[in-house]
């Protein structure tokens, strides 16, 4: 079975504050993705990592970095939490390819005050 | 613009009863189309996925159509279960470059005893 964790389930944070978000795949994927995901809309991808270090802006990277330091690790940072950053993170996996399936960590519910 | 839109919004059934959900896409070129179930605070799960040749696929109670001339897909679940309360998620793949989806907002069915 897949698996994709997540550091933490809630996260409340302070604006201004910088908030490091983590998550670890357990099946040698090798692309990794961030989203977010706000209630009446589709899923927006912030951050992809096709490799170990590299790494590619998606559809809203403005105000997130992203690191990939090993394989199975893909850490999003939000470098001045802001509150309009309050939202449903979710990260995911894939093999390499075409139209294969990603799969989905159980998100982290972050609420920036 | 790549787009991908669900109806309806919401949807409330009786425990029983059957439900058809919708999904029209603008996703240009087509690689494949998946259903995502998501359940309230966990990260999305694959139902079933349709390339361009296929019509319809079963996946236990749920089954997806695919329409690629009209570029529709449904999906219609049979005989609900009080555990199909949920979001359900459309998802296109694009073709070419890295593994690219568009999200619709999904449809959030409710279904009461």
């Known amino acids: 079975d897949v698996k994709v964790t997540q550091s933490s389930r809630y996260l409340v944070k302070r604006t201004g504050e910088k908030v490091f978000l983590e998550c670890v795949q357990d099946?040698?994927?090798?692309?990794m993705f961030w989203y977010r995901q706000d209630p009446g809309l589709g899923l927006r991808l912030i951050y992809f990592s096709y490799d170990v270090k590299m790494k590619e802006k998606g559809d809203i990277p403005e105000g997130y970095s992203v690191s990939r330091e090993k394989k199975e690790r893909f850490s999003l940072i939000l470098e001045s939490a802001s509150t309009n950053q309050t939202s449903m993170y979710l990260c995911?996996?894939?093999?390499?390819?075409?139209?294969?399936?990603?799969?989905f960590g159980p998100g982290t519910r972050l609420t920036v005050t | 613009k790549n787009q991908v839109e669900q109806s309806p919004q919401s949807l409330i059934i009786l425990e029983g009863k059957n439900c058809t959900l919708q999904c029209n896409y603008t996703v240009s070129p087509f690689s494949n189309l998946r259903w995502y179930k998501q359940d309230t605070g966990r990260g999305p799960v694959s139902l079933t996925i349709m390339t361009f040749s296929e019509n319809t696929k079963s996946n236990g109670r749920y089954t997806a159509t695919l329409d690629a001339d009209t570029k529709q897909s449904s999906l219609h679940i049979t005989a609900s279960q009080l555990s199909d309360s949920a979001s359900y998620i459309c998802v296109v793949s694009v073709k070419g470059g890295y593994n690219k989806l568009i999200f619709g907002a999904g449809t959030r069915l409710a279904v009461h005893p």
């Open positions: 099946m040698d994927h090798e692309n």
């Open positions: 995911a996996s894939s093999f390499g390819g075409r139209g294969r399936e990603q799969y």
